[in-house]
């Protein structure tokens, strides 16, 4: 039987992952909140008759798209899952097991088994983040980028999420060179020179760490690849961020 807890999912047309992260979601939550921004895809159609209920709302960012669904919910506590994530067996078990009205902590952190296609890259396990958490002491912040759960007392629980990220290699590059581009945004708007060799440099560290530090070679090709596109993505995130500082002060 599901637990008091309200999932919360936010997408962008996810129909090829929606019906699923619900059905995961339901296997631990008696309720399911989906805020959509505004999908052109069947994305909504699905996600309803999966069993959530679906919020419409223009993507705010990160954090504030993630905050936006929890008002609306039944429950205290509120589990985030991405769409392209699932429950593994284990973490039903012990997120079923948890005294949530006598908890003595306020939120919980899972560890994160992600893919490429079917390969679990290892070196990036586990990669804890805190999806569960009461949200009268919790919330994300409030920030555009990547944002976190913040407030309160947490625990680190002994459970997995599926994080099916990257459909094949090629998605991986396609997301790096994203994430090169809203990272070079970000060190513009911290302020500070950024130096001719800060791109090799911030490069080749990231390629290091990756393959040799965090033992990317366990992985063989994909741990290789891995390292490789890091760095690449790492290389290009200050070089992008050279390149806009150099033409404004040309201007």
């Not at 959530?52 to 954090?63: C, E, S």
């Not at 039944?74 to 097991?97: G, P």
């Not at 920030?143 to 997995?160: M, P």
């Amino acid at each position: 039987m599901a637990r008091p807890i309200t999932a919360t999912i936010i997408t962008l047309n996810e129909e090829q992952n929606v019906e699923a992260v619900v059905a995961s979601a339901l296997r631990v939550c008696d309720e399911v909140i989906v805020v959509d921004s505004c999908s052109t895809d069947r994305t909504v159609e699905l996600a309803e008759k999966a069993g959530a209920r679906v919020l419409v709302q223009p993507y705010l960012g990160d954090g504030p798209q993630k905050n936006y669904g929890v008002p609306f919910a039944k429950n205290d506590w509120i589990f985030s899952i991405d769409a392209d994530e699932r429950f593994e067996d284990e973490a039903v078990a012990a997120i079923m097991a948890l005294d949530l009205e006598k908890a003595p902590f306020d939120s919980y952190a899972v560890r994160r088994k992600t893919f490429i296609g079917d390969k679990w890259i290892k070196t990036w396990y586990p990669d804890y983040v805190t999806r569960l958490y009461d949200r009268r002491k919790c919330a994300y912040t409030n920030v555009i980028g990547h944002a976190s759960v913040v407030g309160g007392r947490n625990k680190k629980l002994r459970a997995d999420l599926l994080h099916y990220s990257y459909a094949d290699l090629r998605d991986l590059i396609k997301r790096i060179d994203k994430f090169a581009a809203r990272g070079a945004k970000q060190l513009l708007e911290k302020g500070g020179m950024i130096g001719v060799f800060a791109p090799v440099a911030h490069g080749f560290g990231r390629f290091f760490k990756q393959l040799v530090l965090r033992r990317g070679y366990v992985d063989g090709f994909y741990g290789l690849t891995v390292a490789v596109v890091s760095g690449f993505g790492a290389y290009m995130k200050y070089a992008l961020a050279l390149e806009q500082q150099r033409s404004t002060k040309n201007r």
